[in-house]
């Protein structure tokens, strides 16, 4: 309650609730104003606020909500994106509080005198590219693995010091006879390290080194962008709506994230960082190999990698097929 008062008294307008568009449209339970591609969707905060209703007004797997507030209107678009851009850059909920600022004249003093950050809201929404951009090598070495032994880690990081992103080389994958086959594997906690059979994952990740491993070369990206780029709580949240009914699509969405938050910029910067520009993609997806085309890089072939279904991740493979576009 502390934090809210604060906030109240920096701003100099009512404080307002953004929701991503497409939680604003599962609280109204009907179409959010604006659609799915506006940037937010504004509420009026009702009286005596508290935080167990901004929660279960934020988290579908909170407990629900005892009023359901009507949206104000469309906020101010480059602000609103920059700050729900901003908490799914943390891996929070798309929700955030919003209102201008009581001194919006000197945002430098301002935020010097409260004790506050300010960032630009261009900042926020061109950081994606900028950690494309300014991925560089931190450390490398080699690490045998029971699937490949021929295979070396190499480790980029941004700039500014943010996540890191892997890429694991199977043999010498420049000296190839044919472009390499090269996989994007977004981390998954659950499938890589524990063996979940919620999803395949895991298979796919050793698989890949496997083929990898027999063809004598390969390049797996390994991406920090776990749950399509919610992150690792989000992808829990998800999973239980999950098992409430929802399939993977809905279960984001309800987050109010979208289908597929991930930053293939990366991927690509780190095959230029390698000096490698033409590839064979080890991959159901063929948004993978849009994404890649898209940023400059030439897809020689598309390679299938498919793991049969079990009986924890049949609905999970069909909603990739049906509602994905993946190809099986």
Same mark, same amino acid.
């Given at each position: ?18 929701? &991503?568009?497409? *939680?604003?449209?599962? /609280?109204?339970?009907? @179409? +959010?104003?604006?659609? #799915?591609? =506006?940037?937010?969707? !504004? ?21 629900? &909500?005892?009023? *359901?507030?009507?949206? /104000?209107?469309?906020? @101010? +678009?480059?602000?609103? #994106?920059? =700050?729900?851009?901003? !908490? ?24 010097? *005198?409260?004790?506050? /950050? ?13 950690? !494309? ?196």
């Amino acid at each position: 309650m502390a934090t809210l008062a604060r906030f109240g008294a920096l701003a100099s307008q009512p404080v307002q609730l953004l929701l &991503a568009p497409t *939680r604003a449209a599962a /609280v109204l339970q009907r @179409p +959010a104003p604006g659609g #799915a591609d =506006a940037p937010a969707v !504004a509420f009026r905060l009702p009286p005596g606020v508290t935080p167990p209703l901004l929660r279960a007004l934020a988290d579908p797997t909170a407990e629900p &909500a005892t009023i *359901r507030p009507e949206p /104000v209107g469309l906020p @101010p +678009a480059q602000p609103a #994106a920059a =700050a729900i851009r901003l !908490a799914k850059l943390a891996r929070l909920l798309p929700a955030v509080l919003f209102a201008p600022a009581a001194d919006e004249g000197d945002w430098a003093g301002f935020a010097a *005198r409260h004790d506050v /950050v300010a960032v630009p809201g261009t900042d926020v929404l061109g950081y994606p590219d900028t950690v !494309a951009a300014t991925l560089m090598r931190v450390g490398e070495a080699r690490v045998p693995t029971e699937d490949s032994r021929e295979t070396r880690i190499i480790a980029f990081r941004p700039a500014d010091g943010g996540t890191e992103h892997l890429a694991m080389v199977v043999g010498d994958p420049w000296s190839a006879g044919e472009p390499p086959l090269i996989r994007l594997h977004s981390e998954c906690f659950t499938g890589d390290l524990l063996g979940s059979l919620r999803c395949d994952c895991g298979p796919q990740l050793r698989g890949a080194l496997a083929l990898m491993a027999e063809e004598g070369a390969g390049v797996l990206l390994y991406l920090a962008q776990e749950g399509r780029g919610i992150g690792l709580v989000n992808k829990l949240r998800a999973y239980q709506l999950q098992d409430e009914g929802a399939d993977t699509l809905d279960a984001n969405t309800r987050l109010g994230y979208g289908a597929d938050e991930r930053n293939f910029l990366i991927a690509a910067a780190m095959l230029r960082e390698l000096d490698i520009d033409t590839v064979r993609v080890l991959t159901n997806n063929p948004d993978k190999v849009a994404a890649l085309t898209a940023c400059g890089i030439r897809v020689a072939a598309r390679v299938p990698h498919r793991f049969p279904a079990n009986e924890h991740n049949g609905r999970y493979l069909q909603t990739k097929a049906e509602r994905f576009g993946h190809l099986f």
